[in-house]
Protein backbone atom coordinates (compact mmCIF):
# COMPACT_ATOMS: atom_id res chain seq x y z
CA UNK A 1 0.00 0.00 0.00
CA UNK A 2 1.28 3.49 -0.60
CA UNK A 3 2.08 5.16 2.90
CA UNK A 4 2.09 8.71 3.88
CA UNK A 5 5.73 9.82 2.93
CA UNK A 6 5.77 12.44 6.15
CA UNK A 7 3.68 12.34 9.25
CA UNK A 8 5.63 14.50 11.70
CA UNK A 9 4.50 16.61 14.41
CA UNK A 10 6.92 19.38 13.65
CA UNK A 11 10.73 19.30 13.02
CA UNK A 12 11.42 22.05 15.23
CA UNK A 13 13.78 21.68 18.10
CA UNK A 14 10.77 22.15 20.74
CA UNK A 15 8.33 19.34 19.72
CA UNK A 16 8.70 15.01 17.94
CA UNK A 17 9.69 14.31 14.77
CA UNK A 18 7.59 11.87 13.27
CA UNK A 19 8.06 10.17 9.43
CA UNK A 20 8.03 7.62 7.24
CA UNK A 21 9.89 7.25 3.46
CA UNK A 22 7.67 6.04 0.50
CA UNK A 23 7.65 2.00 0.81
CA UNK A 24 9.35 2.00 -2.71
CA UNK A 25 12.38 4.10 -1.06
CA UNK A 26 12.77 2.03 1.73
CA UNK A 27 13.26 -1.34 -0.46
CA UNK A 28 15.97 0.00 -2.64
CA UNK A 29 18.24 -0.92 0.21
CA UNK A 30 18.65 -3.74 2.07
CA UNK A 31 20.71 -2.12 5.30
CA UNK A 32 18.98 1.26 4.88
CA UNK A 33 20.37 4.81 5.57
CA UNK A 34 19.96 6.63 8.05
CA UNK A 35 18.24 9.69 5.97
CA UNK A 36 16.17 7.05 4.18
CA UNK A 37 14.39 5.38 7.52
CA UNK A 38 11.57 6.61 9.74
CA UNK A 39 11.72 8.58 12.55
CA UNK A 40 9.16 8.15 16.02
CA UNK A 41 9.78 10.09 18.44
CA UNK A 42 8.16 11.40 21.89
CA UNK A 43 9.13 14.24 22.50
CA UNK A 44 12.15 16.71 21.30
CA UNK A 45 15.15 15.21 19.96
CA UNK A 46 17.83 16.13 21.82
CA UNK A 47 21.45 17.60 21.53
CA UNK A 48 23.96 15.84 23.54
CA UNK A 49 27.92 16.30 23.77
CA UNK A 50 29.03 12.93 23.68
CA UNK A 51 31.94 13.59 25.35
CA UNK A 52 29.79 14.14 28.87
CA UNK A 53 27.92 11.87 28.45
CA UNK A 54 27.62 8.65 30.46
CA UNK A 55 25.29 5.39 31.08
CA UNK A 56 24.03 5.15 34.82
CA UNK A 57 23.58 1.30 35.48
CA UNK A 58 21.86 0.59 39.03
CA UNK A 59 19.02 -1.09 40.49
CA UNK A 60 19.67 -4.85 41.82
CA UNK A 61 23.52 -4.70 41.22
CA UNK A 62 26.50 -5.46 43.33
CA UNK A 63 28.43 -2.61 41.86
CA UNK A 64 26.14 -0.16 40.33
CA UNK A 65 28.31 2.02 37.37
CA UNK A 66 28.37 5.29 35.42
CA UNK A 67 29.74 4.25 32.36
CA UNK A 68 31.15 7.02 29.84
CA UNK A 69 30.34 6.31 25.50
CA UNK A 70 34.31 6.06 25.67
CA UNK A 71 34.09 3.13 28.31
CA UNK A 72 31.23 1.49 26.46
CA UNK A 73 33.30 1.74 23.51
CA UNK A 74 36.46 0.60 24.52
CA UNK A 75 36.41 -1.82 27.61
CA UNK A 76 33.96 -3.79 25.81
CA UNK A 77 34.17 -6.03 23.18
CA UNK A 78 31.74 -4.44 19.88
CA UNK A 79 29.37 -6.97 18.72
CA UNK A 80 27.46 -6.11 15.60
CA UNK A 81 23.80 -7.31 14.29
CA UNK A 82 22.17 -7.25 11.33
CA UNK A 83 18.27 -6.44 12.39
CA UNK A 84 14.94 -5.29 11.61
CA UNK A 85 13.78 -1.99 14.08
CA UNK A 86 10.17 -1.56 13.49
CA UNK A 87 7.20 0.48 14.91
CA UNK A 88 4.41 -0.91 16.87
CA UNK A 89 2.40 0.99 14.64
CA UNK A 90 4.01 0.19 11.30
CA UNK A 91 0.60 -0.27 8.90
CA UNK A 92 -1.84 1.19 11.28
CA UNK A 93 -3.42 3.31 8.05
CA UNK A 94 -4.43 -0.31 6.84
CA UNK A 95 -6.10 -1.23 9.63
CA UNK A 96 -7.82 2.13 10.33
CA UNK A 97 -9.12 2.51 6.53
CA UNK A 98 -10.04 -1.57 5.89
CA UNK A 99 -11.37 -1.84 9.46
CA UNK A 100 -11.97 0.91 11.33
CA UNK A 101 -10.51 4.19 13.58
CA UNK A 102 -7.84 3.74 15.64
CA UNK A 103 -5.78 5.88 17.81
CA UNK A 104 -2.42 7.14 16.46
CA UNK A 105 -0.18 8.69 13.96
CA UNK A 106 -1.10 7.32 10.31
CA UNK A 107 1.46 5.20 9.72
CA UNK A 108 1.60 3.48 6.38
CA UNK A 109 4.05 0.27 5.79
CA UNK A 110 7.57 2.00 6.35
CA UNK A 111 7.91 2.78 9.56
CA UNK A 112 11.03 0.03 9.80
CA UNK A 113 14.55 0.11 8.79
CA UNK A 114 17.23 -2.76 8.47
CA UNK A 115 20.81 -2.05 9.62
CA UNK A 116 23.61 -2.88 10.75
CA UNK A 117 24.41 -2.35 14.66
CA UNK A 118 27.66 -2.14 16.43
CA UNK A 119 28.02 -2.12 20.26
CA UNK A 120 28.91 -3.88 23.29
CA UNK A 121 26.36 -6.85 24.49
CA UNK A 122 23.77 -6.04 26.64
CA UNK A 123 24.92 -8.75 28.92
CA UNK A 124 28.80 -7.36 29.05
CA UNK A 125 27.84 -4.26 31.10
CA UNK A 126 24.96 -6.21 33.20
CA UNK A 127 27.85 -9.02 34.05
CA UNK A 128 30.40 -6.22 35.15
CA UNK A 129 27.73 -4.60 37.25
CA UNK A 130 26.76 -7.71 39.00
CA UNK A 131 23.17 -9.14 39.19
CA UNK A 132 22.26 -9.18 43.26
CA UNK A 133 19.46 -11.31 42.03
CA UNK A 134 19.39 -15.12 40.90
CA UNK A 135 18.19 -14.50 37.35
CA UNK A 136 17.21 -18.15 36.62
CA UNK A 137 14.86 -17.93 39.87
CA UNK A 138 11.27 -19.52 38.23
CA UNK A 139 9.04 -18.10 40.96
CA UNK A 140 10.21 -14.51 40.44
CA UNK A 141 10.29 -12.08 36.95
CA UNK A 142 12.88 -8.95 36.57
CA UNK A 143 13.21 -6.82 34.32
CA UNK A 144 15.40 -4.42 32.94
CA UNK A 145 14.13 -0.90 32.21
CA UNK A 146 15.72 1.42 30.23
CA UNK A 147 15.35 5.67 30.35
CA UNK A 148 16.38 8.71 28.79
CA UNK A 149 15.80 11.97 30.55
CA UNK A 150 17.04 14.39 28.12
CA UNK A 151 13.85 15.68 27.24
CA UNK A 152 10.06 15.77 28.49
CA UNK A 153 7.86 13.48 26.68
CA UNK A 154 4.42 14.24 25.62
CA UNK A 155 2.42 12.36 27.41
CA UNK A 156 5.55 11.47 30.71
CA UNK A 157 8.59 13.86 32.14
CA UNK A 158 10.77 11.21 30.87
CA UNK A 159 10.98 8.42 28.14
CA UNK A 160 11.21 4.68 29.52
CA UNK A 161 10.05 1.13 29.05
CA UNK A 162 11.31 -2.41 29.79
CA UNK A 163 11.78 -5.74 28.75
CA UNK A 164 12.25 -9.04 30.56
CA UNK A 165 15.89 -10.03 31.75
CA UNK A 166 16.47 -12.77 29.74
CA UNK A 167 16.17 -11.22 26.76
CA UNK A 168 19.28 -9.14 27.50
CA UNK A 169 21.01 -11.83 29.03
CA UNK A 170 20.73 -14.69 26.25
CA UNK A 171 23.59 -14.19 24.09
CA UNK A 172 21.48 -15.67 21.13
CA UNK A 173 18.92 -12.80 22.01
CA UNK A 174 22.21 -10.24 20.43
CA UNK A 175 20.94 -7.25 22.37
CA UNK A 176 23.69 -4.27 22.45
CA UNK A 177 23.89 -0.72 23.42
CA UNK A 178 24.63 0.51 19.95
CA UNK A 179 27.26 3.38 19.04
CA UNK A 180 27.29 2.94 15.69
CA UNK A 181 24.76 1.88 12.65
CA UNK A 182 26.28 0.41 9.01
CA UNK A 183 29.86 1.52 10.06
CA UNK A 184 28.71 5.08 11.22
CA UNK A 185 27.96 6.77 14.29
CA UNK A 186 24.36 7.51 15.03
CA UNK A 187 22.70 10.58 14.16
CA UNK A 188 20.95 12.50 16.73
CA UNK A 189 17.56 11.11 15.33
CA UNK A 190 18.74 7.71 15.79
CA UNK A 191 19.57 8.33 19.51
CA UNK A 192 23.18 9.61 19.09
CA UNK A 193 25.43 8.64 21.25
CA UNK A 194 24.03 5.29 22.10
CA UNK A 195 20.55 3.76 22.14
CA UNK A 196 19.33 0.22 23.00
CA UNK A 197 19.12 -2.67 20.05
CA UNK A 198 17.03 -5.24 20.93
CA UNK A 199 16.70 -7.98 17.98
CA UNK A 200 12.99 -9.16 17.69
CA UNK A 201 11.68 -6.43 19.75
CA UNK A 202 9.24 -3.56 18.86
CA UNK A 203 10.77 -0.57 18.70
CA UNK A 204 9.65 1.88 21.59
CA UNK A 205 11.70 -0.61 23.52
CA UNK A 206 14.77 0.37 21.66
CA UNK A 207 15.48 3.51 24.43
CA UNK A 208 17.04 6.36 22.23
CA UNK A 209 19.87 8.54 23.99
CA UNK A 210 19.69 6.20 26.53
CA UNK A 211 21.33 7.63 30.05
CA UNK A 212 20.22 4.80 32.90
CA UNK A 213 19.32 1.52 32.87
CA UNK A 214 18.10 -0.09 35.80
CA UNK A 215 17.40 -3.76 37.18
CA UNK A 216 13.92 -3.73 38.78
CA UNK A 217 11.67 -6.78 39.78
CA UNK A 218 8.57 -4.99 37.76
CA UNK A 219 8.09 -3.67 34.57
CA UNK A 220 8.69 0.06 33.87
CA UNK A 221 5.99 2.17 35.41
CA UNK A 222 6.47 4.83 32.64
CA UNK A 223 2.97 5.76 30.68
CA UNK A 224 4.51 4.63 27.71
CA UNK A 225 5.17 0.94 28.93
CA UNK A 226 1.54 0.76 30.80
CA UNK A 227 -0.40 2.98 28.87
CA UNK A 228 0.61 2.47 24.85
CA UNK A 229 1.87 -0.43 22.98
CA UNK A 230 -1.04 -2.74 24.37
CA UNK A 231 -3.04 -4.57 21.94
CA UNK A 232 -6.14 -3.98 23.81
CA UNK A 233 -9.23 -6.27 23.08
CA UNK A 234 -12.07 -5.57 20.87
CA UNK A 235 -14.41 -3.97 22.77
CA UNK A 236 -11.95 -1.10 23.82
CA UNK A 237 -13.19 1.05 21.52
CA UNK A 238 -12.72 4.51 22.85
CA UNK A 239 -10.48 5.65 25.72
CA UNK A 240 -12.67 5.91 28.79
CA UNK A 241 -13.93 2.16 27.88
CA UNK A 242 -9.86 1.07 27.07
CA UNK A 243 -8.91 2.53 30.66
CA UNK A 244 -9.74 -0.96 32.81
CA UNK A 245 -8.07 -2.87 30.19
CA UNK A 246 -4.79 -1.06 30.43
CA UNK A 247 -3.15 -2.58 33.64
CA UNK A 248 -4.35 -6.38 32.94
CA UNK A 249 -3.42 -5.75 29.01
CA UNK A 250 0.47 -6.56 28.79
CA UNK A 251 3.02 -4.96 26.68
CA UNK A 252 4.09 -5.75 23.23
CA UNK A 253 7.37 -7.53 23.07
CA UNK A 254 7.93 -9.45 19.72
CA UNK A 255 7.64 -8.18 16.66
CA UNK A 256 4.61 -10.26 14.20
CA UNK A 257 5.69 -12.14 11.47
CA UNK A 258 5.00 -9.35 8.62
CA UNK A 259 5.04 -8.38 4.35
CA UNK A 260 4.80 -5.44 2.52
CA UNK A 261 3.85 -4.57 -0.67
CA UNK A 262 5.98 -1.62 -2.00
CA UNK A 263 5.46 -2.28 -5.77
CA UNK A 264 3.14 -1.32 -7.26
CA UNK A 265 1.76 0.90 -5.03
CA UNK A 266 -1.42 1.85 -4.29
CA UNK A 267 -3.49 3.43 -7.09
CA UNK A 268 -0.88 2.82 -9.72
CA UNK A 269 -1.69 1.61 -13.17
CA UNK A 270 1.13 -1.27 -14.39
CA UNK A 271 1.45 -2.48 -17.78
CA UNK A 272 1.50 -6.52 -18.43
CA UNK A 273 4.74 -7.79 -19.58
CA UNK A 274 5.15 -9.92 -22.83
CA UNK A 275 4.20 -12.76 -20.63
CA UNK A 276 0.79 -10.70 -19.18
CA UNK A 277 2.79 -10.73 -15.60
CA UNK A 278 3.43 -7.57 -13.32
CA UNK A 279 6.78 -7.58 -11.09
CA UNK A 280 5.93 -7.61 -7.20
CA UNK A 281 8.29 -6.10 -4.82
CA UNK A 282 8.09 -5.66 -0.73
CA UNK A 283 10.09 -6.78 2.07
CA UNK A 284 9.05 -9.42 4.59
CA UNK A 285 10.14 -9.66 8.20
CA UNK A 286 10.23 -13.02 10.82
CA UNK A 287 8.50 -12.81 14.28
CA UNK A 288 10.16 -12.16 17.25
CA UNK A 289 13.28 -14.59 17.36
CA UNK A 290 11.83 -16.84 14.58
CA UNK A 291 13.81 -15.70 12.10
CA UNK A 292 14.68 -16.09 9.10
CA UNK A 293 11.71 -15.09 7.02
CA UNK A 294 11.88 -18.54 4.74
CA UNK A 295 9.03 -17.94 1.99
CA UNK A 296 6.85 -15.05 0.82
CA UNK A 297 4.17 -15.59 -1.49
CA UNK A 298 2.07 -12.97 -3.72
CA UNK A 299 -1.46 -13.37 -4.61
CA UNK A 300 -3.77 -11.69 -7.63
CA UNK A 301 -7.04 -13.68 -6.77
CA UNK A 302 -7.62 -12.70 -3.49
CA UNK A 303 -6.09 -15.57 -1.80
CA UNK A 304 -7.25 -18.01 -4.38
CA UNK A 305 -3.99 -19.07 -5.48
CA UNK A 306 -0.26 -18.25 -4.95
CA UNK A 307 2.80 -17.98 -6.13
CA UNK A 308 6.19 -17.68 -4.24
CA UNK A 309 8.46 -14.97 -4.35
CA UNK A 310 12.25 -14.66 -4.61
CA UNK A 311 13.76 -13.98 -1.89
CA UNK A 312 16.82 -11.41 -2.60
CA UNK A 313 19.62 -9.42 -0.73
CA UNK A 314 20.03 -11.09 3.00
CA UNK A 315 21.52 -14.47 3.85
CA UNK A 316 18.85 -16.52 5.52
CA UNK A 317 21.03 -17.81 8.22
CA UNK A 318 20.41 -13.57 9.47
CA UNK A 319 18.06 -14.72 12.04
CA UNK A 320 16.85 -10.83 12.96
CA UNK A 321 17.16 -9.42 9.46
CA UNK A 322 14.31 -8.30 7.24
CA UNK A 323 14.21 -9.77 4.01
CA UNK A 324 13.49 -8.23 0.33
CA UNK A 325 11.87 -10.07 -2.55
CA UNK A 326 10.35 -10.25 -5.82
CA UNK A 327 7.82 -12.02 -7.73
CA UNK A 328 5.80 -12.07 -11.35
CA UNK A 329 2.62 -12.73 -11.01
CA UNK A 330 0.02 -13.11 -14.12
CA UNK A 331 -2.84 -10.19 -13.94
CA UNK A 332 -5.79 -10.06 -16.17
CA UNK A 333 -6.39 -6.59 -17.37
CA UNK A 334 -8.86 -4.54 -15.32
CA UNK A 335 -9.23 -1.96 -13.02
CA UNK A 336 -9.24 -2.00 -9.17
CA UNK A 337 -7.34 -4.86 -9.15
CA UNK A 338 -5.60 -5.75 -5.73
CA UNK A 339 -2.24 -7.77 -5.07
CA UNK A 340 -1.57 -10.24 -1.70
CA UNK A 341 1.74 -11.07 -0.18
CA UNK A 342 1.70 -13.49 2.71
CA UNK A 343 5.27 -14.52 4.64
CA UNK A 344 6.47 -17.46 7.06
CA UNK A 345 9.10 -17.94 8.74
CA UNK A 346 11.89 -20.65 9.97
CA UNK A 347 9.51 -20.50 13.30
CA UNK A 348 6.31 -21.46 11.14
CA UNK A 349 4.85 -18.15 12.02
CA UNK A 350 2.50 -16.90 9.16
CA UNK A 351 0.16 -14.33 7.92
CA UNK A 352 -2.64 -16.54 8.29
CA UNK A 353 -5.40 -13.64 7.23
CA UNK A 354 -6.34 -11.11 5.71
CA UNK A 355 -6.33 -9.02 8.57
CA UNK A 356 -5.22 -8.77 12.28
CA UNK A 357 -7.36 -8.14 14.86
CA UNK A 358 -8.53 -4.38 15.39
CA UNK A 359 -7.45 -3.29 18.77
CA UNK A 360 -7.83 1.16 19.42
CA UNK A 361 -4.13 1.90 19.38
CA UNK A 362 -4.01 0.21 15.95
CA UNK A 363 -0.70 -1.60 16.92
CA UNK A 364 0.70 -5.03 16.05
CA UNK A 365 -1.27 -5.38 12.56
CA UNK A 366 -0.21 -8.10 10.40
CA UNK A 367 -2.72 -8.88 8.21
CA UNK A 368 -1.44 -9.49 3.92
CA UNK A 369 0.19 -7.34 2.61
CA UNK A 370 -1.38 -5.43 -0.19
CA UNK A 371 -1.25 -2.89 -3.07
CA UNK A 372 -4.96 -1.57 -3.88
CA UNK A 373 -6.89 -0.10 -6.73
CA UNK A 374 -4.48 -1.27 -9.46
CA UNK A 375 -5.61 -0.21 -13.11
CA UNK A 376 -3.77 -3.08 -15.01
CA UNK A 377 -3.25 -3.04 -18.42
CA UNK A 378 -1.64 -4.48 -21.51
Known amino acids: ?18 REPSTKALVDHFLNPQDTSYDRNHGPIPHINSENHSIRVDGLFKNPLSLSVDQLR ?75 YQ ?14 LEICLEIERDAILA ?48 RDYKVLPPDAVDTESAKKYWHETPPMYDIPI ?11 TVTLSSSGSVEVKGYAIPQGGSGPVT ?25 WCWVLWTANLKLAPGVQQEILSCA ?28 RDLTVVE
Request: charged content about 25%; overall charge negative.
Open 74 to 148: SEFTQHEVTCALECAGNRRHTMRTLIKEVQGLDWGDAAIMNCKWKGPRLRDVIHRAGLRVDATNPTREFHVAFAS
Open 295 to 319: RVQVSGDGGDSWVDAQLNGSDQNMK
Open 344 to 371: TDAGFNSQECEHSQWNLRGVGYCGYGRA
Open 179 to 226: LEVNDTPLTRNHGYPVRVVLPGIVGVRWVKWLDRIMIQDHESSNVYQQ
Open 151 to 164: AKCQDEEWFEASVP
Open 258 to 268: NSAIAVPADGE
Open 1 to 18: MASPVDIKTAESSEQPLN
